[in-house]
Nanobody
Framework: QVRLVESGGGLVQAGGSLRLSCAAS????????MGWFRQVPGKEREFVAV????????NYADSAKGRFTISRDNTKNTVYLQMNSLKPEDTAVYYC????????????????????WGQGSQVTVSS
């Protein structure tokens, strides 16, 4: 019904930048809030940034504030994550997610709220 595909990951030096994209296809009208989560081996998938349907409200993990920016273009059914000043600890697989319910005016930050998930994109930051 809904497919999310991430792109833009790769290997960068510390202090560099990457821009992740997540394109949605299928029943895109069923997607409300969207977000980015990341995961490293042996750890839980953690919240990075979320954005509501209209893009009027965003929330960031403390580790991302001031460095990452989430945005969306609903005409293209795409959500982005601009990552600047990258650190080695940002190394992870980054997943985009979509919520099929209009839960509130703000986007939820918990993993369980999201129904659609991409397959992930590896981001590696070298020191």
């Amino acid at each position: 019904q809904v497919r999310l595909v991430e792109s833009g990951g790769g290997l960068v030096q510390a202090g560099g930048s990457l821009r992740l994209s997540c394109a949605a296809s299928g029943r895109t009208f069923s997607i409300y809030a969207m977000g980015w989560f990341r995961q490293v081996p042996g750890k839980e998938r953690e919240f990075v940034a979320v954005i509501n349907l209209t893009g009027s409200s965003t929330n960031y993990a403390d580790s991302a504030k001031g460095r990452f920016t989430i945005s969306r273009d609903n005409t293209k059914n795409t959500v982005y994550l601009q990552m600047n000043s990258l650190k080695p600890e940002d190394t992870a697989v980054y997943y985009c997610a979509g919520d099929r319910f209009f839960r509130d005016a703000v986007a939820p930050t918990q993993r369980g709220a999201y129904d659609y998930w991409g397959q992930g994109s590896q981001v590696t930051v070298s020191s």
